[in-house]
């Protein structure tokens, strides 16, 4: 079964104080693009939850990623949708949050969801767009290094592995 990763969209744009508030649609455009290549190098199933109505140009995602506009003007509907969408799951503990939001890891965790910080996200954007920056193709790796075994990177993100020798595979 796969694993299934929800990013908290607002509180994780919210974490970076680089005037994402001037201009909501092109921060959240931003976020996704920065997703996608995690997204597409752990696998798993993706959803980014964002509070509100879709702003322009922030419909689409790539087939890799579930976007969620809430579509209420209320500040915490993402955080409720994040739980609804928690709760539905029929293997929690396989699910994986990322939101700095106390109260919502509060609720995610008492549904058995794992929980992780906007600041260990970021990390991993980082580390991806670095590595990213590093290839020859500049599309995303995934790491395998043995008898199809699943590992975890230090965020809780899943890894695949499916091989024998360790090697770098590129995704898409």
Known sequence: MESTV?????????????G???????????LVAEITPLALGHGGVWTIVFDG?????????????TLVHTGH?????????????VHALPDRARS?????????????RALGAQVTGARALLNEIEAVHGALEQSPTGRPFVIAD????????????????????SRREPLC
């Not at 109505?53 to 990623?65: I, N, S, W």
């Not at 990322?98 to 609720?107: C, P, V």
Request: net charge positive; glycine share 8%.
């Open 20 to 30: 994402w508030w001037r201009d909501r649609a092109k921060a959240a455009r931003r």
């Open 96 to 108: 994986l949050v990322f939101t700095s939001d106390a109260k919502l890891r509060a609720r995610v």
């Open 73 to 85: 003007g209320r500040r915490d509907s993402a955080d409720h949708r994040i739980v609804e969408l």
């Open 146 to 165: 043995g008898a199809g075994s699943s590992k975890r990177t230090d965020a809780g993100l899943p890894t695949t592995s499916n091989d024998h020798a």
């Open 6 to 18: 929800f990013v908290d969209g607002n509180n994780i744009m919210g974490s970076r104080p680089d």
């Open 53 to 65: 109505r879709a702003p322009p140009g922030t419909e689409a995602a790539p087939a890799c990623l």
